[in-house]
C-alpha cells in the first residue's frame, strides 16, 4: 500500500521514468495546469475517447509501477510534480543534437529542487538535495575543450558574425572583422562550421503576476574540434556581451553556478 502522506514520509523514490502517457495522467491526477515550457509537455489529445483509452493503459503502467495506488499518486512524486508546477525559478535546457531537441528543467520551490529530463517520449524526474550543477554537467556529457584563449565582444556583434561563418576558409575572418584577436579567431571560427550539437541554458525567476524574468544564457558548442562554453552579462550601459572559453567541466560548473547565483 503507498503511503499517502498521512504519517511522515522517509525519501524512497531515488527517481522516475516516466512515458509522456503516464506524465500525462498524472498531471490530470494532480490538478496540475501546466508544467515548465522547456519540457513541451501541453495536453496532446483531441478527443475524450482517445484520452481515456491512453490514461488506462498508463493507469496499469504506473500500478505496476508502484506509482500510484488507485487514483492516488506516490506522495514523493507528487510533490516533485507539484514543485516543477509551481517554481520559484528554473533552470531551463535545451540541447540540440542533428535537429533533434533534449530537454532539461532544474525547477525549485522554496523546499526543494527537482530535476526532470526529456528525451523523446520519455521523461526522468528526481529529487536533488545539494550539488545543483553537477546532474547538468552530467546530462552534457564529456568532451574534449577547445584550446583558444578567451574570446568577449558585443552580444549582438558576435552573433552576428557566427551566422555569417559557412567556409572554413573565411570563418576566421568573420571575427577579426568583430576585434576577436587573430589567434583566437583562427580557432575558434572554423570550429563553429558545421556544428550541429549546441545547448542553450537559461535562468527563470517567476514571480506572481509578472512573466518569468529570463536570465543567461549559458551556451555550450561541441563542434568537432572541441567543446566551446559561451556566457553572457550586460554592461554598465546596457550592452550585452558574450563571452566564449574553453569548455573545460570547471569551466561549465562555473558558468552554471554563476547562472544559479542570479535566480537567488
Known sequence: MIDLGIEPVTATLPSATLHVDELDLLVDLLDIDVLPVVLDA?????SLPERDRVFRSAQDSLAAAGLIDGIAVHPELARWLRALARP???????????????RLCLARDDEMAVLALRSGDTFTVQRLEHDLAGPIVH????AEPLAFGVVNRPTTDLGAALNRIVDPGTAAAQLTAI???????AVVGPAFVGCTTFTE????????????????????????????????????????????????????????DGLLAQLD
Open 139 to 142: 546530462a552534457l556529457g564529456g
Open 201 to 256: 541554458i537559461v535562468g527563470i525567476v517567476h514571480e506572481a503576476g509578472h512573466p518569468g524574468l529570463m536570465h543567461g544564457p549559458v551556451t555550450v558548442f561541441d563542434t568537432a574540434a572541441g567543446r566551446i562554453v559561451g556566457t553572457t552579462s550586460v554592461a554598465t550601459d546596457g550592452t550585452p556581451w558574450t563571452s566564449f572559453s574553453p569548455g573545460t567541466p570547471g569551466r561549465l560548473r562555473q558558468a552554471l
Open 42 to 46: 501541453a495536453p496532446r489529445f483531441d
Open 179 to 185: 576585434g576577436v584577436p587573430a589567434a583566437e579567431a
Open 88 to 102: 520559484r525559478d528554473e533552470i531551463a535546457l535545451r540541447r540540440y543534437i542533428d535537429g533533434t531537441v533534449a
